[in-house]
C-alpha cells in the first residue's frame, strides 16, 4: 500500500481534493426543488414496491419523456439513508466521484499516464462539474456513463469480443435515458461502426460476418434496455414519438443560423470548460484549428481521432 501511495500521491491527492468538494457540506447547500421533489416520491413508491415506473422524467423543453433507468439505478441511495431525500444526492456526489478514478484508469488505458493525470486534475478541479455532482438530477450522471459507453465502443471494436458490444448497446441505453442530448452519440459511434464493416468487407469475410453478428447483439441489448419506455409508446399511440417529433418540427431556424451557433455552442463551451471568455475571432481561428487536426490525424492509428470525432458531430449536434 505504501509502494502504490508513493508512485501515485499526486493521483490520490487530486482524487481526495475531488471528492471532498464533491462532498464539502452537502447536507446544508443541496438543491432540493420540484424535480428532486416528484423524483423522491417516484424512487420512494419503487422501494416500497408501489408502483414500478416504465418512463422517466419528462424533459424541460417539449415534455418528452426520458427512459426509467435513473429512478431505478439511484434508488438504492434512498432506501441507504432510510427515506432521506438527501440520499439521492449522496448516490450523485459518490458516482462522481467515481467518475474520477474511472476517468484516469480509461484515459491511462487509451493514451497515457500524463494525459490521465492532467484530464483527472481538469475533471476534479471544474467548477461545473462539482456544481452538477451536488445534487440529484438525472444529466448529472452523463459524464460518467458517456465516457463509459465510448470506451465499450472502442474496446468492442479493437478487440470483437462478444460482451464489450452488448456492454456497447446497453451503456448507450442507458446514457440516452439520462438525457435525450445523448442522441448525438448515435452518429459518431454508427460511423466507427459503419468503417469498420466497410475495412472488413474488403479483407475478410469470416470477420466481417463475426462483427455483423456483434453489431445485432448490441442492437438487441440496446432494444432490451430500452423496452420500458418503447412499451409505454406503444400502449400509448405513440405519444412520446410524437412530442418528440414536435420538439424538432418546432424548431425551424435557417441555415446561416446553425452555422452561427456553431461558433456560439464552442464559445459557450470553452466559458463553461475551462473559464475561458474568448474573443469571437479566435473562436473562429480554434474551431478552425480543431477541424484542421482532426483531418491530420483522421488516417493514424490513434484513439484520439475516435475521441476527436465523437467531440465535432457532439458539437455540431448541439449546435
Known amino acids: 500500500i505504501t509502494n502504490i501511495v508513493t508512485k501515485n500521491w499526486i493521483l490520490i491527492t487530486v482524487i481526495l481534493v475531488g471528492i471532498f468538494l464533491r462532498f464539502y457540506k452537502l447536507t446544508g447547500f443541496v438543491t432540493f426543488l420540484g424535480d428532486q421533489g416528484r423524483d423522491a416520491i417516484i424512487i420512494k413508491r419503487i422501494i416500497t414496491l408501489e ?19 435513473y429512478y431505478y439505478f439511484i434508488a438504492p441511495w434512498l432506501l441507504l439513508s432510510s427515506f432521506n431525500p438527501i440520499g439521492l444526492a449522496v448516490g450523485v456526489a459518490f458516482f462522481s466521484s467515481l467518475y474520477l478514478l474511472i476517468n484516469y484508469l480509461i484515459v491511462k488505458e487509451l493514451f497515457d499516464k500524463k494525459i490521465a493525470l492532467i484530464s483527472t486534475i481538469l475533471l476534479s478541479f471544474s467548477s461545473v462539474l462539482i456544481d452538477f455532482s451536488r445534487f440529484s438530477w438525472n444529466p448529472n450522471l452523463l459524464p460518467l456513463f458517456t465516457l463509459l459507453t465510448i470506451y465499450f465502443v472502442i474496446k468492442s471494436l479493437k478487440t470483437n469480443k462478444w460482451y464489450y458490444f452488448v456492454l456497447s448497446g446497453t451503456f448507450l441505453s442507458f446514457t440516452i435515458q439520462l438525457h435525450y442530448l445523448a442522441l448525438f452519440l448515435i452518429p459518431p459511434i454508427g460511423i466507427l461502426y459503419l468503417l469498420s464493416l466497410l475495412t472488413l468487407a474488403k479483407q475478410s469475410l469470416k470477420q466481417l460476418s463475426s462483427l455483423f453478428l456483434h453489431l445485432i447483439i448490441c442492437l438487441f441489448s440496446f432494444i432490451l434496455f430500452s423496452s420500458p419506455l418503447i412499451i409505454f409508446d406503444l400502449r400509448h399511440n405513440f405519444l412520446n414519438s410524437k412530442l418528440f417529433l414536435a420538439l424538432f418540427q418546432s424548431s425551424g431556424t435557417s441555415l446561416l443560423t446553425k452555422f452561427n451557433s456553431l461558433f456560439d455552442s464552442f ?9 475561458i471568455n474568448l474573443n469571437k475571432f479566435l473562436v473562429y481561428l480554434l474551431l478552425f484549428f480543431l477541424f484542421l487536426t482532426f483531418i491530420t490525424i483522421a488516417k493514424q492509428k490513434s484513439h484520439l481521432k475516435t475521441f476527436f470525432l465523437f467531440f465535432i458531430l457532439i458539437m455540431l449536434g448541439m449546435s
Open 51 to 69: 408502483h414500478f415506473p416504465a418512463i422517466g422524467p419528462p424533459t424541460s423543453v417539449g415534455q418528452v419523456y426520458l427512459g426509467p433507468f
Open 267 to 275: 464559445y459557450f463551451l470553452n466559458l463553461y470548460s475551462l473559464n
